[in-house]
Every structure is written in structure tokens, then in C-alpha cells.
């Protein structure tokens, strides 16, 4: 009976879990794919079990190059909040050496995360606009003759202002690992007459991997369901799946708008699959 009980007892304790991520999480991505094979029209949805949905996304030229836009911000985006997260991550975990000031740095980088990202994303406006702190700032310099057009409503302004909202994102987890990166390698390394550079690329790099792949799935998945950003940021000029949806959502075509949902999370998944075969973050769940 007692061997029983214990062979139970992780079984017990999962369930709670199990109960919420099958209620919050399981069911409503089933509801999801059985609606996109509904039929719909101007008045509402009906049950079927059609492949319309699916071959109208997977049809469309124009659908291909929303998702091909999509990927473009979400590559884009990644490669520079990697860059910048791998840089303050080194710098906070290696080169302030008090620990104190080491969570007060972090902390203010944290500091703009108290307020909502629509407040953080549109406070690019006044500075992008045509008129905006840049332009004037420009102009009175005399660098330039007449206002840059393309700072304010373009791609440009997008993937600033999603760098803007992501990059704590990928600096939490990299500065995560590099703290438990033991200093005695590095001064092993530097005893060795490695230079600065060598001891980044072969020592503090590779073991900062699995935290670079977590904010790898963080940033990418955020980029790529974030619709508010392209919609506000490109004044309409540009197109992402998550903006798509939330359109077609808009026209009352849910059915479809599930369709395009399910291929985006299949292609999440895709790429979350991607990065766990090349770097193996369980350390560090």
C-alpha cells in the first residue's frame, strides 16, 4: 500500500497543474483548430469541416508575404536584442563586481517594464515624427535639409520600437546563466594568455547558449504575435500575421482567423523545436 501511495504521489502532485494547463491552455488551442475548419459567411460561423481556411492562407501570395514580413521582424529584431542582451548581460555579470549593484543596474533596465507597452511603444511618436526630437535636433545641427520621412511609419520605426519592448526579454535570461558562469574558468582561461575576445567566444559564449536560446523563444514568439506594434508604429504601410488576424477578427471571419492562428503556432513550434535540437536548455528550467 505504502509503495503504492509513493509511486502515486508525483502523479497527485501534477494534477493541479495538469488540470490548469489542460483547462487554460489544451482546450481552448483544440477549439482553435476545430473552428478553422468551419464555414462561415457575413452573418456567422457553422459547423463544418472544410479545408477552405487552410488553402486560402496557405494559397494566398499575399498571405505568404505577410508571413515572410513577419519573419523578417522577428529575424531582425532577434539579431539586435541578441546582440545588445549578450553586451549589458557580460557587463552586468562580469565587470560590476558588487552584487548590490549588480541587482540595483538590473533593476533600472527594469524600470520602464512598470508601465504598459502601448504607452512605451507610442512615446516613439513625438521623437520619429516629422517633427519629433530627432528631425528638429537634425535640422538645427544642419545635418539635414528637411525632415526624414522614413523614422516615423515604416519598418524602421516597427523593429526600433519592438527592440525597445523586447530587449529586457533576452537580457534576463542570458544575464541569468552568465551569473552562474564559475569565475574561475575565465581566470584559468586568462592564466592561459587567452586575450579578452578568445575568452568570450570559447569560454563565456558557449556557456551562455542555453540562456541566448531562451530569450530566443521569448523575443521570437512576442515579434511574431505582436500586431499593436506594426499596426501603430508602420501607420498601416506594413502587414504581420498577428495584424492579419486580428482583422480578420475584426470582419467577423473567426474561422479563418483560426486557420491562420493554427500555421502560426505550428510555425512557432517549429522554430522553438529548432532551437531546443541545437541547445539544450534544461539546466536551466
Known sequence: ??????????????????????FFLAIPILFLVVISFWDYDFAGMYPSFLLTNYTDVLGSWVTWKTY???????????AIT???????????????????????????????????????????????????????????????????????????????????????FMVTPIF????RIDKSLVEAARDGGATAWQIIWNVILPLAKPGIAIGTIFVVTLVMADFSTVQVMSGGQSASVALMMKNQM???????AAA??????????????????IVDIRKEL
Not at 475584426?250 to 479563418?256: E, I, K, N, R, T
Open 1 to 22: 500500500m505504502n509503495s503504492l501511495i509513493g509511486r502515486m504521489t508525483p502523479y497527485i502532485q501534477a494534477t493541479p497543474l495538469l488540470l490548469i494547463l489542460g
Open 68 to 78: 515572410l514580413n513577419t519573419l523578417k521582424f522577428a529575424a531582425i529584431v532577434w
Open 176 to 179: 541569468n546563466t552568465m551569473m
Open 260 to 277: 491562420n492562428a493554427v500555421v502560426l503556432l505550428v510555425l512557432v513550434l517549429m522554430l522553438v523545436a529548432g532551437i531546443l535540437r
Open 82 to 168: 541578441t546582440l545588445l542582451g549578450f553586451w549589458l548581460a557580460y557587463f552586468l555579470a562580469f565587470h560590476v563586481r558588487s552584487a548590490v549593484m549588480q541587482m540595483v543596474l538590473f533593476l533600472i533596465c527594469t524600470v520602464p517594464f512598470f508601465t504598459s507597452n502601448i504607452i512605451r511603444m507610442i512615446s516613439w511618436i513625438p521623437v520619429l515624427g516629422r517633427n519629433g526630437l530627432v528631425n528638429t535636433g537634425l535640422i538645427s545641427a544642419g545635418v539635414i535639409p528637411q525632415p526624414l520621412e522614413w523614422l516615423l511609419y515604416s519598418d524602421f520605426a516597427v523593429i526600433l520600437a519592438m527592440v525597445h519592448l523586447y530587449t529586457l
Open 250 to 256: 475584426s470582419l467577423l471571419q473567426y474561422p479563418a
